[in-house]
């Protein structure tokens, strides 16, 4: 996935603000991809350049002047195009890169005192993220009702389960790990 097929995604279901969009981006795709406010600015822009989407550009009196994007044809094109490409990134889903794991695997080289607490952060960063998917459920819950279709969100709480998931098996997994590493300095 790429970041601009995220935005395609969330305006196909309606004109939003950059502001819009990187609150539902945040509160709904985050979990399972990352993108910083002026990311998403910078690939409206190159979007609506390509013709993806077009803008408007809504004067205010009382408030700051807003830009409010709208998807056109040839967005939703490139939307159902790559939704209907061959799945060739399930593959990046089944490996792990993570310059942390590799940190664990080569932490025998360190303190076992210092692994601990670096099991501890991770374990702590699963309990907190476990707690952020609730937002995650909220945010469903709220563009649910706004997109009024119940399928769609049926495919949004699957991809939260997903992060739900993986944050609860982070934690199960830290937990052993840390149990083992406990029980050496009992033995």
């Known amino acids: ?52 989407l077009t803008s ?7 408030r700051p002047n807003k830009r409010v994007y709208t998807i056109t044809d040839s967005g939703k094109e490139e939307l159902k195009n790559w939704l209907s490409l061959p799945e060739t990134d399930i593959a990046d889903a089944m490996h792990v890169r ?15 005192k210092q692994s601990l607490e670096l099991l501890r952060v991770y374990r702590e960063a699963c309990l907190e993220s476990i707690g952020r998917m609730s937002a995650a459920y909220s945010a469903i819950s709220e563009y649910g009702a706004v997109v009024g279709d119940e399928q769609r969100t049926d495919y949004w709480k699957i991809a939260a ?20 590493l406990e029980e050496g300095l009992n033995t």
């Open 1 to 52: 996935m790429s970041l601009k097929h995220g935005l395609l995604g969330l305006l196909n279901y309606g004109p939003m603000t950059g502001y819009d969009l990187n609150k539902a981006f945040k509160d709904s795709l985050a979990f399972f991809w990352q993108a910083k406010t002026s990311q998403i600015y910078r690939e409206l822009g190159a979007m609506e350049h390509c013709g993806w």
């Open 56 to 62: 408007e550009r809504i004067i205010q009196n009382e």
């Open 98 to 112: 993570s310059s942390f794991l590799m940190r664990v695997f080569f932490a025998g080289e360190t303190s076992t």
């Open 161 to 180: 389960l997903y992060g739900d998931e993986f944050f609860h098996a982070g934690l199960i997994w830290a937990d052993k790990a840390i149990a083992i």
